[in-house]
């Protein structure tokens, strides 16, 4: 079976800084785009950063400069070094896995919660 555990998340004062990681298991790591995504309470889930199977990642302008994204397959994990965060950063950050394909859908974890709070 398929899962992707996020860890990593906590209490983080404005300015700190935190490190996501997203395990995954039961997929071919190296052929799927990873992605992480939030969702805080009231709003709708976004895009926060996405890396695709060869590298190349995106990043929401909110977090752009900010935020990295970054995967190591060999590991079938993916990271996200998140800098100078503020308290709109705070939210449920979970991890997607894309295969692209429109008849399998994406997976996606649990999720970690993120606060950032004086």
């Known amino acids: 079976q398929v899962q992707l555990v996020e860890s990593g998340g906590g209490l983080v004062q404005p300015g700190g800084s935190l490190r996501l990681s997203c395990a995954a298991s039961g997929i071919i790591f190296s052929g799927y785009a990873m992605g992480w995504y939030r969702q805080a309470p009231g709003k709708q889930r976004e895009m926060v950063a996405t890396?695709?199977?060869?590298?190349?990642?995106n990043y929401a302008e909110s977090v752009e400069g900010r935020f990295t994204i970054s995967r190591d397959n060999a590991k079938s994990t993916v990271y996200l070094q998140m800098n100078s965060l503020k308290p709109e950063d705070t939210a449920v950050y979970s991890c997607?896995?894309?295969?692209?394909?429109?008849?399998?859908?994406?997976?996606w974890g649990q999720g970690t919660q993120v606060t950032v709070s004086s």
């Open positions: 890396i695709t199977r060869g590298g190349t990642t």
């Open positions: 997607n896995a894309d295969s692209l394909s429109l008849r399998i859908p994406p997976y």
